[in-house]
């Protein structure tokens, strides 16, 4: 990092301008001391990859492209700054879509050179957990959070936010990959969580028996590929039999074992550990039902829930500059040399 950079310590309002491009949203925020979010500007590409039923890679980068400028631009005019007020610049740097990734990724390195302000890696999955914090500042440690994403089924323990331990994860499918999946067989569409929410308001939980998957280890591990399988064998065997399947139940009764196994995977957890809160983040985390199953079993345990906003459950930027404040105060710079790891983990 340039040695003309002068470093703001924690007594100091602290400027960041954050980007998120990961997957199939261009995003870009402003933030003050981390949770205060002067601009959230998000623009979806949600339409554009409808048609294919997912998120196509390479049209999902070149929007991002022709997105993120523009974003930035009004990021900082909403938050009533310009590019010279700002201290740090952050960018997610995985998990994710590689070519998504190196677009936001490219576009902070040059702000951070030009700027001379440092540049932030920001860990994408550490994004959607602290968009908790954004709107609930004051949740007690230890707490754990249940991360669920498209790509992600995590089981977390935090003593502190410094650091964490893994309980549990996906062996196979994460859970927003199974709606996205069951979705698109069952032709509802893209995105296949808000989807199957939709079409499960007005059906039956119990119409079809579905399995949940059990673990011979006891671990506190989740898998959704043989309820998946089940789902589409229980489709094909209706429509050989000529049997008119009620889209309803089908939707209610698949969101009711997966939120199951999501679950009761946490209230074990919950129960082995002295906790004080428990958390939900990503995409998943904003599928009404499973906010009402965990916040009752939360309550008779009388364990503090809490959960983001709709705006913060999907992809944004200002989950990732609330994470990069936290960096920035332990000096946890990036090289100019980083590149894009679409694997990274926790």
């Given at each position: 990092?340039?040695?003309?950079?002068?470093?703001?310590?924690?007594?100091?309002?602290?400027?960041?301008?954050?980007?998120?491009?990961?997957?199939?949203?261009?995003?870009?925020?402003?933030?003050?001391?981390?949770?205060?979010?002067?601009?959230?500007?998000?623009?979806?590409?949600?339409?554009?990859?409808?048609?294919?039923?997912?998120?196509?890679?390479?049209?999902?980068?070149?929007?991002?492209?022709?997105?993120?400028?523009p974003v930035i631009d009004e990021?900082?005019?909403?938050?009533?700054?310009?590019?010279?007020?700002?201290?740090?610049?952050?960018?997610?740097?995985?998990?994710?879509?590689?070519?998504?990734?190196?677009?936001?990724?490219?576009?902070?390195?040059?702000?951070?050179?030009?700027?001379?302000?440092?540049?932030?890696?920001?860990?994408?999955?550490?994004?959607?957990?602290?968009?908790?914090?954004?709107?609930?500042?004051?949740?007690?440690?230890?707490?754990?959070?249940?991360?669920?994403?498209?790509?992600?089924?995590?089981?977390?323990?935090?003593?502190?936010?410094?650091?964490?331990?893994?309980?549990?994860?996906?062996?196979?499918?994460?859970?927003?990959?199974?709606?996205?999946?069951?979705?698109?067989y069952m032709g509802l569409g893209?995105?296949?969580?808000?989807?199957?929410?939709?079409?499960?308001?007005?059906?039956?939980?119990?119409?079809?028996?579905?399995?949940?998957?059990?673990?011979?280890?006891?671990?506190?591990?989740?898998?959704?590929?043989?309820?998946?399988?089940?789902?589409?064998?229980?489709?094909?065997?209706?429509?050989?039999?000529?049997?008119?399947?009620?889209?309803?139940?089908?939707?209610?009764?698949?969101?009711?074992?997966v939120i199951d196994s999501l679950?009761?995977?946490?209230?074990?957890?919950?129960?082995?550990?002295?906790?004080?809160?428990?958390?939900?983040?990503?995409?998943?985390?904003?599928?009404?039902?499973?906010?009402?199953?965990?916040?009752?079993?939360?309550?008779?345990?009388?364990?503090?829930?809490?959960?983001?906003?709709?705006?913060?459950?999907?992809?944004?930027?200002?989950?990732?500059?609330?994470?990069?404040?936290?960096?920035?105060?332990?000096?946890?710079?990036?090289?100019?040399?980083?590149?894009?790891?679409?694997?990274?983990?926790?």
């Amino acid at each position: 990092m340039n040695s003309k950079i002068n470093y703001k310590n924690k007594e100091d309002d602290i400027f960041i301008l954050a980007l998120e491009s990961s997957c199939d949203e261009t995003a870009a925020s402003v933030t003050k001391n981390g949770l205060e979010v002067l601009s959230n500007v998000v623009s979806s590409q949600v339409e554009l990859h409808k048609k294919f039923g997912g998120v196509v890679p390479e049209i999902a980068s070149r929007k991002h492209l022709e997105l993120l400028l523009p974003v930035i631009d009004e990021a900082l005019e909403k938050a009533g700054l310009e590019f010279a007020d700002l201290d740090a610049v952050a960018a997610t740097y995985g998990p994710g879509l590689v070519g998504g990734l190196l677009v936001g990724l490219t576009a902070a390195k040059a702000i951070s050179l030009s700027l001379e302000i440092p540049l932030i890696a920001v860990n994408h999955i550490a994004g959607h957990i602290y968009a908790n914090f954004i709107d609930n500042p004051e949740i007690k440690k230890p707490l754990i959070c249940l991360t669920i994403s498209g790509g992600h089924t995590d089981l977390l323990y935090f003593e502190d936010l410094k650091g964490y331990e893994i309980l549990g994860r996906t062996r196979d499918d994460a859970a927003g990959e199974a709606f996205d999946k069951i979705a698109r067989y069952m032709g509802l569409g893209y995105p296949g969580g808000p989807a199957i929410e939709k079409a499960a308001q007005n059906g039956n939980p119990e119409a079809v028996d579905f399995p949940r998957a059990v673990m011979n280890d006891n671990s506190f591990d989740f898998s959704f590929s043989g309820l998946k399988t089940a789902v589409m064998n229980y489709i094909n065997n209706q429509k050989q039999k000529n049997i008119k399947i009620n889209k309803a139940d089908l939707a209610a009764s698949f969101q009711e074992a997966v939120i199951d196994s999501l679950s009761s995977k946490l209230l074990e957890a919950v129960e082995k550990y002295n906790i004080k809160s428990v958390v939900l983040s990503g995409g998943v985390a904003a599928n009404q039902r499973l906010r009402e199953i965990v916040a009752s079993k939360m309550k008779e345990l009388e364990i503090d829930f809490y959960y983001p906003s709709l705006e913060l459950c999907t992809d944004n930027a200002a989950m990732i500059g609330a994470v990069a404040y936290y960096q920035y105060l332990d000096r946890d710079f990036a090289s100019l040399a980083i590149s894009a790891d679409p694997s990274l983990k926790l």
